[in-house]
């Protein structure tokens, strides 16, 4: 699908401007036009490992088919294999297209001088690295500090671009990718700037991560408090909190779904999120549930997406079991043999 | 009476070509029966039609089907994305399988049928449709509806009838909870003639002594009729 040309400086006029309504007592914010396209969200889960090839090849129809929803940035993550024991998987990003990462992979060396693994894709760079993460971003922020680490993790490669979701796919070469799981964002920023930093997925720690399409409208205090508890935040973006949310409680010990299910009081506004983790992939969305999404699983697979029509490409479909996922209720699927 | 039916099917042709074909329709046409396949979830399909034709649509549909159409009949085998029938100005919709949320919100007349459950907000501001869901509805259903009946034949989510300025709803099953100025209502022999008559042309076996009726209690009004000579 092509990039449908809505004008970007329009479409936020539109939906920064809110008016106040009521529900059950407490304030809530609604686009004044009514009209809720505005980012869309896509999520792939694979039960039957045997698809794990083709991966790729249906997440990148799925999140094509969101351009319309969010013509601004995409991003996704995809989670892939694992990196060897004692190492770990980093995408690191720099605006440059021939940013010397060979340079970086030198600085990596095994003890016994082979160099790490590593792969470009466009502005980005994937990276396995032996040793803890402490240390590699450590070292990445003593020597690269112009560097981004976009993800960390055992399995998770995050990447993410502004621009046409279509050309952005493309240049990841998306559709070749395998694995597991992806999740994925169109952008319609209303918000914060069009930046790849804005842009989604949102780490949320090692192999964790987050899109949102919705709009927070509590993100700055919220952003003040996890500050004060020393939860790094590199935007003025809503969804960059959610993450840090969810980041905060994680850390806490939380489980994914209790860390979620406290979203639903601490986050105020609209909110439709899918978050990714090595083993596993859940859905969330606010309890007054204006964000759509619509959910499909077969035997196969389970997939969600803001609109069916990106379900559409899916094997299967036709006898897939469809539904729209509860307000207020989190979902979520876990590898069979999760190690 | 031309008997042939039209079949596009919009993996090969395109939706404006499909929605402008039926709205140069002329209330003669001969043109009365319509099929559409591979709907694959586009957006607004057979909107805004104005002549009294029959569309079948054979696979899930994407959001506002059939919305603002007037005298026409739209059947969809398959489940329908946001604001299915949004807008409705009279004729018939009918919906196979479950719906998205707003389903027939702020229509103003006509009949939408929905043989699976409708998602949150089903009939929101609806201004005189009637809604039949042979299901369940989700949250805030009936939200400031102003006029029409919602028949709903399984439970409603939490808030029905928030707001609810004088529309009839009606509830087999259980009601989660009654939204701001929502009361259960006496029914009335005219509200089990209209639930009859309703639940007839939806083809539901469903019987109306098994309903419950709700309605506004009107104390959120900010105008009152005995006061209209004082405006």
Known sequence: MRFV??????????????????????????????????????????KNR?????????????????????????????????????????????PSLDYPWEKVAASFQAADGSPPQWERFSTHAVFVIPGPESAARALLREQYPEVKVMSAGQRIQIMKEIGPPGDIIERFH????????????????????????????FSTG???????????????????????????????????????????????????????????????????????????????????????????????YVAMSSEYRSLVPLPGIEQARLWEPEPGTVYSWSLPNAS | MHREIRVIDLAASDLRALNQSLHDLKPDTEFTHW??????????????????????????VGYYCAGMNKCATVIIRGNAGVGVAENLMSGFVRV??????????????????????????CGISMKGISIVVKGSVG????????????????????????????????????????????????????DLDELAGLLERAESDARTEDFRRYGSARQLYNFHIDHAGQY
């Open chain 1, 5 to 46: 040309g809505n004008s970007d400086a329009i479409c936020v006029a539109f939906y920064e401007t809110s008016v106040n309504l009521h529900f059950a007592g407490k304030p809530m914010r609604r686009p004044r036009h009514g009209k809720l396209h505005m980012c869309g969200i896509v999520g792939l889960f694979f």
């Open chain 1, 50 to 94: 045997s698809f794990e090839p083709r991966l790729g090849e249906y997440f990148g129809e799925m999140l094509a088919c969101m351009a319309s929803r969010g013509p601004d940035s995409a991003g996704f993550a995809v989670y892939g294999s694992n990196a060897p024991e004692g190492s770990g998987k980093f995408t690191l990003y720099h």
């Open chain 1, 174 to 201: 998306v559709r070749g990718m395998s694995g597991t799981h992806a999740i994925g964002h169109t952008r319609m920023a209303t918000e914060s700037a069009v930046t790849t930093a804005g842009s989604h997925p």
């Open chain 1, 206 to 300: 090692p192999d964790l991560c987050l899109v949102h399409n919705g709009s927070l409208s509590n993100h700055n205090n919220l952003r003040r408090n996890l500050r004060r508890e020393g939860i790094e935040f590199e935007t003025e973006n809503d969804s960059e909190v959610a993450a840090g949310y969810i980041s905060s409680w994680l850390n806490r010990g939380d489980s994914l779904k209790t860390a979620l299910e406290r979203a639903l009081d601490d986050l105020d506004g609209f909110f439709t999120f899918a978050v990714g983790a090595r083993d596993g992939f859940a859905v969330l969305r606010d309890r007054i549930a204006c964000k759509p999404a619509v959910m499909a699983e077969t035997d196969d």
């Open chain 2, 35 to 60: 099929k559409v396949l591979s709907p694959r979830g586009a957006h607004a399909i057979a909107c805004g039609l104005q002549v009294p034709v029959t569309v079948e649509i054979d696979g899930h």
């Open chain 2, 96 to 121: 196979h399988g479950n719906a998205s949320q707003s389903a027939g919100a702020s229509g103003h007349g006509g009949l939408l049928v929905i043989d699976g459950d409708a998602s949150a907000r």
């Open chain 2, 139 to 190: 949250h805030m259903s009936a939200f400031m509806a102003q006029a029409g009946n919602l028949v709903v034949c399984g439970d409603a989510g939490e808030a029905l009838g928030d707001s609810i300025y004088e529309a009839r709803l009606f509830v087999r099953g259980r009601v989660k909870d009654l939204g701001a100025d929502c009361i259960e209502q006496e029914m009335s022999g005219q």
